[in-house]
């Protein structure tokens, strides 16, 4: 499924483009609506979902001043205007496509299709290139800067690391914590290779260490060191799928 908020102040418009997603694009789930900018920010922090269908035209502040706040957006665009003049500049801010009010249902099935087949390559071949680097990286030690210098650890000891703004907390199978200088993504770049999963924008783990899924209360894991963690909306297909393979 391709999970997707609408982000448009007519409240008409936000309910007929839901129903027409729900009866001609099936592989799309609308998770929220918002009716501005500052509620479609929460919105999107809230469920991280794959897609956005962004009006243009609000009050106050419009769908590109929502996208100023996102420095690295983790999300499609898909923008949904009345007027075409936008459309450059919706292009301009890597929009995915852009689509005129009213909608028509064609359009809207022509352009979700084009979207989940560049989405699912995308993923297949992410894959990919993950189960190739863990066949051919071998467990060597790693460097993990800490207060006292470098701690040198195997990757198999490191269960699960989690974002504290600009520093990570990781955490080791001896109950030992260390937090590091380093942001989150910074870590990933590091261990990519060695079977650690991206499972929330706050949560990298090791899937050595993930003892089981549990799908009830929007999906989480269970991990060694007995949390649990939640498994964000938008990486679950590719985390169950990877985690199937250890």
């Given at each position: ?9 007519e ?17 799309v ?7 501005n ?20 035209e ?23 205007t ?27 099935k ?15 071949d992410?894959?990919?290139v ?8 071998t ?9 006292d210098g470098?701690?040198m650890?195997?990757?198999d000891?490191?269960?699960r690391?989690e ?7 990781v ?7 260390i ?14 290779g ?21 799908r ?20 679950r ?10």
């Amino acid at each position: 499924m391709i999970t997707a908020v609408i982000i448009d102040d007519e409240k008409n418009a936000q309910e007929v483009l839901a129903w027409q997603l729900k009866q001609y694009c099936p592989q799309v789930d609308v998770v929220g609506c918002a009716g501005n900018v500052p509620d479609g920010i929460k919105l999107i922090n809230e469920e991280e979902p794959q897609l956005i269908f962004l009006d243009i035209e609000m009050p106050v502040q419009n769908g590109f001043d929502l996208l100023e706040a996102f420095e690295n957006p983790a999300f499609d665009i898909i923008f949904t205007t009345a007027y075409n003049q936008y459309a450059i500049k919706a292009f301009k801010c890597s929009a995915f496509d852009y689509l005129l009010k009213p909608i028509d249902a064609e359009d809207l099935k022509t352009t979700v299709g084009r979207y989940a087949v560049r989405r699912n390559r995308s993923v297949k071949d992410e894959l990919k290139v993950l189960a190739a680097q863990m066949q051919q990286k071998t467990l060597n030690r790693i460097a993990i800067p800490s207060s006292d210098g470098l701690l040198m650890v195997r990757p198999d000891q490191l269960v699960r690391c989690e974002s504290d703004s600009n520093y990570t907390k990781v955490y080791l199978d001896n109950k030992q914590k260390i937090v590091v200088a380093k942001t989150l993504k910074e870590l990933e770049d590091v261990l990519t290779g060695y079977g650690f999963y991206r499972i929330h924008h706050s949560h990298l783990v090791n899937l050595t260490h993930v003892v089981s899924y549990i799908r009830n209360d929007g999906g989480y894991v269970m991990m060694s060191d007995g949390t649990h963690i939640t498994v964000a909306r938008n990486r679950r297909s590719g985390f169950i799928e990877q985690f199937s393979k250890i």
